[in-house]
C-alpha cells in the first residue's frame, strides 16, 4: 500500500513523470511499499505492524523481515526498544527504506545491550535513519558501537544517510583501548577489489559520552583507519576510497577517542561540526585525516582536545593523504597542536606521501602548540591563519609553548611554507627551525625570538580583542583588525587562496591581502559616547596610595599588592600598578551602574614585565559572558581593547587582574568605557 511517508510524495511524482512519458507505449505496474510500525508497549509479534493499532513489539520481529524500496519503519516516541536493530533488505535508487519515528514525546531508543552494535546494516544500501536515540554499554570488555555499518562485497554501496540521531553511551567496558566503541563507524574490507562506500550523508547529530571515535570510516586493521597487513605494510590496491561522503552540522563531545577521522575517503567534506572534549582516553585528534584524498574541512569548531601521551591536536593532516584542506575552522584550548601535518617516513621510500595540504584561514586560541609538522611531508601551506596564545593557557599539553615544532617521524618535513599568518603571543613562543621551512610576509607579536622573514612585521597588529574568543565559530569577532592595524594589506599575493576569509569577506587574485583571518576593512573600536569610568587616569587622589578614588580590590591577602604611583604615566602624573616582592593575586577593578543599555567598548594603556600566571583586561556582570584581553609583555605603553560588550542589564564591571609569581608587575593607566 502507498502510505503517508517521507516517500510519498517524490515517489507519487516519479511515477505520474513515468507514466506520461510510457503510458502510450508500454503498461504502467503499480508500485508499492509499506509502512510498518513498532511499539514496545503496546505491540505484539503477532500483528501484521501495518498500522498504529496493530504495531510490531520487538526488534527480533523487525529483524526477522527483509524490507523492500520504500518501505518504512517507524518506531514510537517515549519506547526504548533493547537488542540489535539489523534491518534486511536494501532500496533503490528511487525508493530508499526509511526509518524515523511516529507519535509525540522523546525520540524513540534503541539499546544495544551491550551487543556489538545497536544499529547493524552489512552489504546494504538505500537506507536512511532519522530521530531515533541510541545508546550501547555493557560490562564484558569487547568492540562496541551505536552505528555499525559493515561492507565486505565486492563493489559500491550507496546512499545511507543518518541525520538527527543521539548517540551515547557507548562503551567497551574496561580500560582496553584497542576495542572499538565508536558511535558510527563504517567499516569496508579492503582485501576485496573494488570494495567502497559512496553518497554517505551523516549531519545534526549529537554523539557524546562514547568510549572511541564518534564518527569514523576504518578498515580491516584497526577503527582508527591504520589499513595495515599483519606484515606491517598498508594494504593498498585492492579496496577503493570511500566517495560523496559528507559530514555536517554534527556536534562531538566527551569522546575517549578521535571526533571524526574519514579514513580511506576520496574528497571528503566536513563542515560545521563541533568537536569538544576528545582523545579523553586515547591518543588521537578532534578533526582529522588519514588516508584520504582531496578532503575538504572548513567551518569546524574544535575545543579542549586532551593529550595522553602524544598526539592530541585540533586539526590535522595525517598519513598517505594528498590534497587536504583545512579553512574557515576556529580552535581552541588544545592541549596537544592546533594544525598538524604528518607523514611515516618508513613508508614514505616505499611510495606513499602526504602532499599539498593547505591550512589557510583558520584561528587558534590557546591552543599548547600552534603548528606541528613531522615526517617527510610535501608542500605543506599555512597561510592567513591567525594564532593567539596567552602566557599560561588554561589547558595544553607538555613542554614549552611553540609556534611550531617540526619533528622526526623516520624523516623529517621535505617542504612548507608559512606566509601571511598572525602569530600573538604575550610572551615566549619557541618555534624548531628547518632549511625546509620558509616563512615570509608573517606578523609576530609577543615572540622573543622570531623565525627567518624578511618581511615580517612585529608592531602590534591591532586585534579588536585578542584573546577574547568564545566556544563558538561566531564567537571570535575579536580577532578582527582595528582602523590603523599595519597588518591591513599587508599580506602576499597566494594564488587559488579560497577567495573568502574567515568571516566571507572577498580575497582578492590580485590585491595584497590582510596578513592574518581576517580580510575585511579595519574596525573602529573606540565608543563615541562619553567616557564613564570615574578616575579613569588616576588623576583623582594627587599621591600615593593602596585606594584610589572610585575603585574598588580583591586580593588573597594582598591588598599592598595593589597601587597608584607617579613617574611613569602614560598621561598626567598617576598611573594604577600591581607589582608585589612575593606570589600575589589581586584584582582592582570599577562596577560602573545606570548605564544606557547598549553595545560599549573598553580601552586601557598597559604595560607588564610577562611572566605572570595570569594578566589581563576584564569586562564583567553586564549579563554576558565575562569578555578578556591578556596584558601583552612590553616595556613601553601599548593598548588594548575589549569591544561588543553587549549592556542589557545597565550596568559592567571592569578590572585588572594578576595572578603572579613575586617581582611581576603590570602598569595601567587611561580607562575608557564608552558606548560605540
Not at 554499554?137 to 562496541?144: L, Y
Request: glycine share 12%; net charge negative; with cysteine.
Amino acid at each position: 500500500m502507498i502510505a503517508n511517508t517521507p516517500h510519498s510524495i517524490i515517489a507519487a511524482a516519479k511515477l505520474f513523470a513515468g507514466f506520461v512519458l510510457v503510458c502510450i507505449a508500454t503498461p504502467v505496474f503499480a508500485y508499492t511499499w509499506t509502512t510498518y510500525y513498532v511499539d514496545s508497549v503496546s505491540g505484539n509479534d503477532s500483528n501484521n505492524g501495518t498500522s498504529t493499532s496493530t504495531p510490531w513489539k520487538t526488534l527480533t520481529k523487525v529483524d526477522s523481515v527483509t524490507f523492500n524500496p520504500g518501505d518504512c519503519i517507524r518506531f514510537k516516541c517515549g519506547c526504548t526498544f533493547t537488542g540489535l536493530f539489523y534491518p534486511l533488505g536494501s532500496g533503490d535508487s528511487n525508493y530508499p527504506i526509511w526509518v524515523d519515528k511516529y507519535g509525540t514525546g522523546n525520540n524513540p531508543i534503541i539499546d544495544g545491550n551491550g551487543g556489538p552494535s545497536a544499529i547493524y546494516l552489512e552489504n546494504q544500501q538505500y537506507w536512511e535513519f532519522t530521530n531515533l536515540e541510541i545508546v550501547n554499554s555493557g560490562t564484558s570488555v569487547t568492540d562496541r558501537r551505536g552505528i555499525w555499518i559493515y561492507l565486505w562485497s565486492a563493489g559500491t554501496k550507496t546512499h545511507l544517510y543518518f541525520s538527527n540521531l543521539y548517540i551515547h553511551n557507548v562503551n567497551r567496558g574496561g580500560t582496553d583501548t584497542s576495542k572499538d566503541a565508536d558511535g558510527i563507524q563504517f567499516y569496508t574490507d579492503v582485501t576485496v577489489a573494488g570494495c567502497h562506500f559512496d553518497n554517505v550523508q551523516i549531519s545534526n547529530c549529537t554523539i557524546s559520552n562514547v568510549d572511541g571515535t564518534g564518527i569514523v570510516f576504518s578498515a580491516n586493521g584497526s577503527s582508527d583507519g591504520y589499513i595495515w597487513s599483519s606484515s606491517g605494510d598498508v594494504l593498498g590496491g585492492h579496496g577503493q576510497r570511500d566517495t560523496n561522503v559528507a559530514i555536517y552540522n554534527n556536534v562531538v563531545k566527551y569522546v575517549g577517542g578521535n571526533g571524526i577521522l574519514p579514513t580511506k575517503t576520496a574528497a571528503p567534506h566536513v563542515y560545521n561540526n563541533v568537536v569538544d572534549y576528545s582523545c579523553l582516553a586515547n591518543s588521537g585528534a578532534a578533526i582529522w585525516s588519514w588516508d584520504a584524498s582531496n578532503s575538504l574541512f572548513e567551518y569546524n569548531e574544535s575545543g579542549y582536545t586532551h593529550f595522553i601521551s602524544s598526539d592530541g591536536e585540533a586539526l590535522d593532516a595525517d598519513f598517505f593523504c594528498s590534497n587536504t584542506i583545512f579553512q574557515y575552522n576556529y580552535s581552541h584550548d588544545t592541549e596537544g597542536a592546533g594544525q598538524t601535518a604528518f607523514m611515516d617516513g618508513s613508508r614514505y621510500s616505499r611510495g606513499w606521501a602526504n602532499t599539498n595540504p593547505i591550512f589557510r584561514y583558520n584561528i587558534s586560541q590557546n591552543d599548547g602548540t600552534l603548528i606541528g609538522i613531522a615526517g617527510p611531508v610535501d608542500n605543506v601551506q599555512f597561510y592567513n591563519n591567525t594564532y593567539y596564545e596567552t602566557a599560561s593557557p588554561t589547558s595544553h599539553g607538555p613542554g614549552t609553548r611553540k609556534l611550531l615544532t617540526s619533528g622526526d617521524w623516520s624523516g623529517t618535513v621535505n617542504s612548507a611554507a608559512l606566509k601571511n599568518n598572525l602569530f600573538y603571543f604575550d610572551s615566549g613562543g619557541a618555534f624548531d627551525s628547518s632549511t625546509a621551512i620558509t616563512y615570509d610576509h608573517n606578523s609576530f607579536y609577543g615572540i622573543s625570538t622570531y623565525p627567518s622573514d624578511s618581511n615580517k612585521i612585529t608592531s602590534n597588529p591591532l586585534l579588536v580583542s585578542p584573546g577574547g574568543g568564545g566556544a563558538s565559530l561566531s564567537s571570535v569577532d575579536s580577532y578582527k583588525l582595528q582602523t590603523g592595524s599595519p597588518l591591513l594589506g599587508a599580506g602576499i599575493l597566494i594564488s587559488s587562496n579560497g577567495g573568502k576569509d574567515y568571516w566571507g569577506n572577498s580575497v582578492s587574485s590580485t590585491a595584497a591581502p590582510n596578513i592574518g583571518a581576517y580580510n575585511g576593512a579595519g574596525v573602529a573600536v573606540a565608543g563615541t559616547g562619553s567616557n564613564v569610568v570615574t578616575n579613569p587616569g588616576f588623576e583623582t587622589d594627587g599621591f600615593w596610595t593602596y585606594t584610589p578614588a572610585g575603585w574598588s580590590k580583591w586580593s588573597n591577602s594582598n591588598d599592598d599588592a595593589s597601587y597608584i604611583e607617579s613617574g611613569n604615566a602614560h598621561s598626567g602624573s598617576w598611573n594604577g600598578t600591581h607589582w608585589k616582592a612575593t606570589a600575589y593575586q589581586v584584582y582592582t577593578y570599577q562596577n560602573i551602574t545606570g548605564l544606557a543599555n547598549g553595545t560599549y567598548s573598553v580601552r586601557a594603556w598597559v604595560k607588564s614585565s610577562g611572566g605572570q600566571k595570569q594578566s589581563y583586561l576584564k569586562a564583567y556582570n553586564y549579563s554576558g559572558s565575562p569578555m578578556f584581553v591578556t596584558i601583552p609583555t612590553s616595556s613601553t605603553w601599548t593598548q588594548v581593547t575589549i569591544a561588543n560588550i553587549s549592556v542589557t542589564n545597565g550596568q559592567c564591571e571592569i578590572g585588572f587582574w594578576s595572578d603572579a609569581n613575586g617581582g611581576n608587575w603590570i602598569n595601567y593607566d587611561d580607562l575608557e568605557l564608552r558606548k560605540m
